[in-house]
């Protein structure tokens, strides 16, 4: 009998056991990231890896939407003059925060970019979604099988990538990045918090390189 009731708990304590771990591991978005990560009044712990030299004085975080028409308008339009002028010169760095609100297709679509990353490919996959981007809103050019084509248009390994979408496995990381661009007051996208050394300026809408020039050059 009492044999039978230590085989019993060892079973018991083998499965609780069993359950924490489960639930320890999963959601994993947290493994691997800096929790302590923030700029400014930001925690961008979640957000995307660090564009450029981790650090360069300045910081730009990006609040944005993948299927948000402006957000594509600035990646097209004003990103590539502060690349060139800023992130490739040491003078800046970008960080990507999601802020996915716009419809149903958009925080599958981030969650995509970090499936991505855990191949050390998400700006090669953010790039991706920004340049294959269609006008209407859940239009289908961002459901679940475009975005897995476009993983396997980058020659990633299909079946990690899909494990990773269909699991939902950086639903969590997706939601605390939308919550982090509430909790900070923006409200539409794209939205930018421009971080310095002596403090931080907001910045709403796709502006045009000459406002962001402005600003980062009286931060410098």
Not at 30 to 41: E, Q
Not at 118 to 133: K, N, P, R, T
Not at 183 to 188: L, P, S, Y
Request: hydrophobic fraction near 40%.
């Amino acid at each position: 009998m009492n044999k039978k009731a230590v085989i019993l708990g060892v079973i018991v304590i083998g499965i609780i056991a069993g359950v924490a771990a489960s639930v320890s591991s999963s959601p994993s978005e947290s493994v691997n990231l800096d929790m302590g990560r923030t700029h400014g009044t930001i925690s961008t712990a979640m957000g995307s890896a660090i564009l450029g030299d981790p650090s360069a004085p300045i910081t730009i975080v990006e609040f944005g939407d993948y299927q948000c028409h402006q957000c594509y308008n600035w990646f097209h339009n004003t990103k590539p003059a502060i690349t060139r002028d800023y992130i490739e010169t040491g003078k800046a760095n970008l960080v990507f925060v999601d802020m996915a609100f716009l419809g149903k297709d958009s925080p599958k679509a981030a969650q995509a970019s970090y499936c991505a990353e855990d191949q050390g490919m998400y700006w090669d996959y953010h790039d991706l979604l920004y340049v294959s981007q269609e006008s209407k809103i859940d239009g289908g050019w961002a459901n679940s099988e475009r975005l897995k084509a476009f993983a396997f248009s980058l020659g990633l390994d299909m079946e990690l990538f899909e494990s990773c979408l269909d699991s939902g496995k950086y639903s969590k990381r997706v939601q605390y990045n939308t919550q982090q661009a509430r909790d900070n007051g923006v409200r539409g996208t794209p939205g930018f918090f421009i971080v310095g050394p002596d403090g931080q300026q907001q910045l709403a809408g796709a502006q045009p390189f000459s406002v962001f020039k402005q600003i980062l050059d009286t931060m410098a």
